[in-house]
């Protein structure tokens, strides 16, 4: 078959021709059965015995073009429409077959006889009849039962301004949310127990508010502070510091399922992503009203602006819909796009509604009274949007091919353009230039079949001469290189209403879906979609809506989930019917009004919430409390948490004392090529090695999907593919595993031992063995642990002093030859100077590139015995976990 011929029909160029987009519509109208049976029985043989093996589903669809589905015909692939009905002149498919054009015959080595294009004329000229698509019942009648699921289901009602209820006790409650919390609890025959004491409170919020573990110095002031304003002052102090951004914008990452690549069968980074990221922390900072928040990610490109700074950062939030998994392996365009539209309606409703409306792509949801024909109302909306995150599709495509740059967010004409650049864009050209000559010279000429040194025939040696140098001549000329990018949307060229997909295939149309909103809440005054714009800006509206209940109550369940450990209703991401409901359906409606009402402000939500008796509770358990209510869905008690993996890794390196606190410069990934990725290539390599020596808070390491930290991915980091607002919480060996013998906690607990045994002001040792509970567990230590600890230290000394003399010896003779100068710091540990990055990862030697861990040896024998305790410290579970 010459394939050159037929890929070249199918090369890329989308037509967009408005007079043959009118013929398309002109011919929509029903065939009749004469026009059918003239399809089957002339025109459907020869697309099958011609075009099918390089043109159908089921085989493959060379350069996207499909001719076993009459969408995929009038459609087109690469080059544009392949069928215009009624215009036989204007369709590439009569074209090809008549063979007019050198570079364009079809099928390949043969052609069709004058009767088999006679009749393909015909059958266009008529419309190109084809048989319909059977369209669901259901699709068109609707579900009955959907009635009276929205008259009855608890979270589509209206919010309900309810009163705090009156309590028997009247000493207790500090407030209404207390009085709600004690009023459940005295119904149950519960009684709350007893408040924390001062530094098990002050590691609780610290941790709570900004992920991060007290300073000794803030425990003792605490301690000693008994005024009734103590508390409050903590509560602002911690609000106000940029750590509450990291915290608290890492819960909405993890909502926004933040990723800094497409994960999927090709792997190719974002290498832009941390724009969206550093937006979200800054958004919690300023604390942004929520409602704006929601808002700007879904239309930040439609809202007015008073600054070109304000401009750009509308601009980034829409990040949140460009940054999901995609799969640019995926062989169809239009499958790519429906994929990518079902992933944003999935993201968007779990994320602000709390409903998994996704389910409603293929038939009318199961659960929910959610229409097909309303998800399509809704994929309208973001088919009318342009997907801006950098990539396309392209079936077993290599090198740049996934690369797209006409889909990027353009922010501004950058101001980091390297010296020289226009010299070396012209010494590029001129390069490349030179090498066409070469190659074209010997492409014909006998001496490109002479051997080159390398053994190869000199024609391909300039061959993959010119391919090379065009690609640094295209990374060169890159807007990326010349303008400040980020990924987000924007609305596309063609704005409209899209088909109802039948059993969710893309190619499969049915009856056009308005494009609108959800009938499973009860808008008033919903706003009306322009017709020549996408419908983002009035979704964004409506999902913000004052009167939206869903907005509102996912949002407060989902902070108080975060202070208190299970939400009030347990099932953060899913309000519909089979979701939990409410423990505190008033306490929730009360919460989410109030909420509304001071202006959609996260802080005061959390300020409120941390300051109530019942956020201050200790963790203690009593048999008949445990008895009445083992899962303390009453808030009688504070239920412990484990430390998230980033309060982990973070609560580490404060303990070190080598936490960096300031913000990077964007991300590790920001230099990769968007080329797909090896998890044992190079680029990984290198991000493997970025995560490995970073001292950042790990809300900045890099979040390559595929290639998460361990130091995260061990402790249940969040699921990178949809929105995840709760973790799980498991216990694993491999925990275990990692807390005693990972590089990275070996390291931190060798330089913790350092700073003990350096500090002049510890006399002896059990000085600092206070100390170091203090730093790591947020209180002293008791006089039997003092003794454990120091009678353990002891014994670890005199036994490693003899089994560990190789060890020793050793770390000293690096610590000579690292005090010379030129001295080899990769004894340390650090990984050998990255491979440079290839162009196409199918030329790249696959040898295992994966970064070597952490070499980690201590000196001599007093300094391992206080790692090994450090260690041991990290280890426990009074350091996993917040009371």
């Known amino acids: 078959m010459n394939v050159t011929k037929c890929v070249a029909f199918c090369a890329v160029f989308w037509l967009t021709s408005a007079f043959n987009q009118s013929l398309v519509r002109a011919a929509e109208a029903p065939p009749d059965q004469a026009a059918l049976d003239f399809f089957e029985r002339k025109i459907r043989p020869i697309l099958v015995d011609n075009c099918y093996n390089c043109h159908s589903a089921n085989n493959k669809a060379d350069g996207g073009l499909r001719v076993d589905d009459r969408t995929g015909l009038v459609n087109g692939g690469g080059r544009g429409a392949a069928v215009v009905p009624g215009a036989p002149d204007k369709s590439i498919l009569i074209r090809a077959v008549k063979q007019l054009d050198d570079k364009l015959k079809m099928p390949p080595n043969k052609k069709l006889t004058d009767e088999q294009i006679a009749d393909l004329e015909t059958w266009v000229r008529a419309g190109a009849a084809w048989p319909k698509v059977e369209v669901p019942e259901e699709i068109l009648k609707g579900n009955p039962e959907y009635a009276a699921l929205k008259l009855n289901h608890w979270s589509w009602q209206p919010l309900k301004a309810s009163e705090a209820p009156v309590t028997k006790r009247s000493d207790w409650a500090r407030g209404d949310v207390d009085r709600f919390i004690l009023a459940k609890l005295e119904s149950e025959n519960l009684n709350p127990v007893a408040d924390a004491d001062a530094r098990t409170l002050l590691r609780r919020l610290t941790f709570d508010l900004t992920g991060l573990p007290p300073t000794v110095a803030e425990a003792e002031a605490f301690d000693r502070d008994h005024s009734n304003a103590a508390l409050e002052i903590v509560v602002d102090r911690l609000l106000a510091s940029p750590a509450f951004g990291e915290k608290w914008g890492r819960h909405w990452l993890d909502v926004a399922r933040y990723g800094e690549s497409t994960g999927s069968a090709r792997n190719l980074p974002y290498p832009h992503a941390w724009r969206y990221r550093d937006y979200v922390l800054d958004a919690f900072n300023k604390d942004k009203p929520y409602d704006q928040f929601i808002r700007e990610q879904l239309a930040g490109d439609l809202l007015p602006f008073s600054s070109e700074a304000q401009h750009e950062e509308q601009l980034i939030a829409t990040g949140f819909l460009a940054l999901g998994v995609k799969d640019v392996n995926q062989r169809f365009k239009v499958r790519f796009v429906m994929d990518n539209i079902d992933e944003q309606i999935d993201t968007v409703s779990r994320a602000v509604l709390g409903l998994s409306v996704s389910c409603a792509r293929c038939h009318d949801h199961k659960f929910d009274p959610i229409p097909t024909r309303e998800y399509y109302a809704l994929a309208g909306i973001f088919h009318s949007t342009d997907l801006c995150a950098g990539v396309r599709n392209k079936m077993g495509g290599g090198g740049l091919d996934y690369y797209d740059t006409q889909m990027l967010i353009v922010l501004s004409e950058s101001n980091e353009r390297e010296a020289g650049y226009t010299a070396k864009l012209e010494a590029a050209q001129k390069a490349v230039d030179q090498a066409k000559v070469e190659f074209e010279r010997l492409r014909d000429n006998p001496e490109g079949a002479e051997l080159a040194p390398s053994g190869k025939p000199k024609r391909q040696m300039a061959r993959q001469k010119w391919t090379r140098l065009q690609g640094e001549l295209a990374a060169l000329n890159d807007v990326t290189q010349t303008h400040k990018i980020a990924f987000g949307v924007r609305d596309a060229k063609q704005i409209g209403d899209t088909e109802i997909r039948i059993r969710g295939e893309a190619e499969k149309l049915g009856p056009i879906a308005p494009r609108g909103f959800l009938s499973v809440l009860d808008i008033a005054g919903s706003p009306e979609i322009p017709e020549k714009q996408s419908g983002r800006l009035e979704l964004a509206q409506w999902l913000t809506s004052p009167d939206n209940p869903l907005a509102s109550r996912v949002i407060v369940n989902r902070v108080w989930k975060h202070l208190f450990g299970a939400g009030l209703v347990q099932t953060v991401d899913n309000f519909g019917i089979t979701g939990g409901r409410p423990s505190h359906p008033e306490l929730l409606d009360y919460l989410s009004h109030r909420f509304v009402t001071e202006g959609w402000s996260i802080k005061k939500l959390i300020r409120n919430l941390i300051l109530t008796h019942t956020y201050q509770l200790s963790s203690d358990t009593t048999d008949e409390h445990l008895r ?256």
């Open 628 to 883: 009445l209510d083992p899962d303390n869905r009453w808030l009688w008690r504070h239920s412990p948490r484990r430390l998230t993996a980033e309060e982990l890794r973070d609560a580490a390196l404060v303990a070190s004392g080598q936490l960096d606190r300031t913000r990077p410069t964007a991300s590790a990934a920001r230099e990769l090529k968007v080329i797909e990725m090896r998890n044992n290539g190079p680029e990984a390599q290198r991000i493997i090695e970025a995560i490995r020596t970073s001292k950042s808070r790990s809300v900045y390491l890099p979040l390559v999907r595929t290639l998460v930290p361990t130091s995260l991915e061990v402790f249940d980091f969040a699921e990178q593919g949809m929105a995840t607002g709760h973790r799980d919480t498991t216990t694993v060996p491999t925990q275990a595993l990692y807390l005693l013998n990972d590089g990275f906690i070996r390291q931190q607990s060798l330089l913790f031992a350092e700073a003990l045994l350096e500090n002049a002001q510890f006399k002896d040792a059990s000085a600092r063995v206070n100390y170091a509970y203090e730093v790591a567990l947020g209180r002293p230590a008791s006089a039997s642990e003092v003794a454990r600890a120091t009678t353990y230290i002891q014994n670890y000394e005199s036994q490693a002093a003899e089994d560990l003399k190789d060890v020793f010896a050793r770390a000293s003779a690096v610590t000579k030859k690292n005090q010379k100068p030129g001295g080899n710091s990769n004894a340390a540990g650090q990984a050998d100077k990255p491979v440079a990055q290839a162009v196409n990862p199918d030329d790249v030697d696959q040898t295992d590139l994966t970064a070597k861990d952490i070499v980690v040896e201590p000196g001599n024998a007093q300094v391992a015995a206080w790692s090994s305790f450090v260690q041991a410290l990290f280890g426990a579970g009074e350091f996993r976990y917040v009371r």
